[in-house]
T-cell receptor, first 112, second 111 residues
Framework: DADVTQTPRNRITKTGKRIMLECSQT?????MYWYRQDPGLGLRLIYYSFDVKDINKGEISDGYSVSRQAQAKFSLSLESAIPNQTALYFC???????????FGPGTRLTVL | SQQGEEDPQALSIQEGENATMNCSYK?????LQWYRQNSGRGLVHLIL?????REKHSGRLRVTLDTSKKSSSLLITASRAADTASYFCATVRAYGQNFVFGPGTRLSVLP
């Protein structure tokens, strides 16, 4: 089984809808991250969490919120989806803040 | 602005040839990492080089780091069609929002 899983893998939704993307990990890592990837722009950090009680905004947090329900679970929500949030979303984990990151398979989100 | 910038944006070579990708960055780092992404999939870690290291090898991969020039290079020797992917450098600082990825280099290895 994969160490970092994301659900759903694909989602098509309409403008204004609330969407939640979920991430679970079995690596036992404290640190979890949410990124979005747009063509030609690489990955941009949305939010990161260094433990259950520590959540931090990343480079592009506007329009997103997160919840760290447990060490193993980190969810990303789009409260009111808009078309320019169409992107590939990745969850990642790491043991230390400067350590290797382990990525989930991604969620392809389309907002119509 | 992004910390790391890869060069070239795209690279096409024949199987068996070597591929070199470069990464430049702007501020001091704790380490620099290279990742590979097959089309539409999650990134996979390839190699990590710390700021006090100058060169590192892993199989067919060779990474160099020049902190005075704030640059790194990834060399893939004897490339294979399976090496076709996008390659990203990530610069890692010791504090704060510390992981920053560049836009990537798309490598195509032709059989």
């Amino acid at each position: 089984d994969a160490d970092v899983t994301q659900t759903p893998r694909n989602r098509i939704t309409k403008t204004g809808k609330r969407i939640m993307l979920e991430c679970s990990q079995t690596k036992g890592h404290d640190r979890m991250y949410w990124y979005r990837q747009d063509p030609g722009l690489g990955l941009r950090l949305i939010y990161y969490s260094f433990d259950v009680k520590d959540i931090n905004k990343g480079e592009i947090s506007d329009g997103y919120s997160v919840s760290r329900q447990a060490q193993a679970k980190f969810s990303l929500s789009l409260e009111s989806a808009i078309p320019n949030q169409t992107a590939l979303y990745f969850c990642a984990t790491s043991d230390l803040a400067v350590d290797t990151q382990y990525f989930g398979p991604g969620t392809r989100l389309t907002v119509l | 602005s992004q910390q790391g910038e890869e060069d070239p944006q795209a690279l096409s070579i024949q199987e068996g040839e070597n591929a070199t990708m470069n990464c430049s960055y702007k501020t001091s780092i704790n380490n620099l990492q290279w990742y590979r992404q097959n089309s539409g999939r999650g990134l996979v870690h390839l190699i990590l080089i710390r700021s006090n290291e100058r060169e590192k090898h892993s199989g067919r991969l060779r990474v160099t780091l020049d902190t005075s020039k704030k640059s790194s290079s990834l060399l893939i020797t004897a490339s294979r069609a399976a090496d076709t992917a996008s390659y990203f450098c990530a610069t890692v600082r010791a504090y704060g929002q510390n992981f920053v990825f560049g836009p990537g280099t798309r490598l195509s290895v032709l059989p």
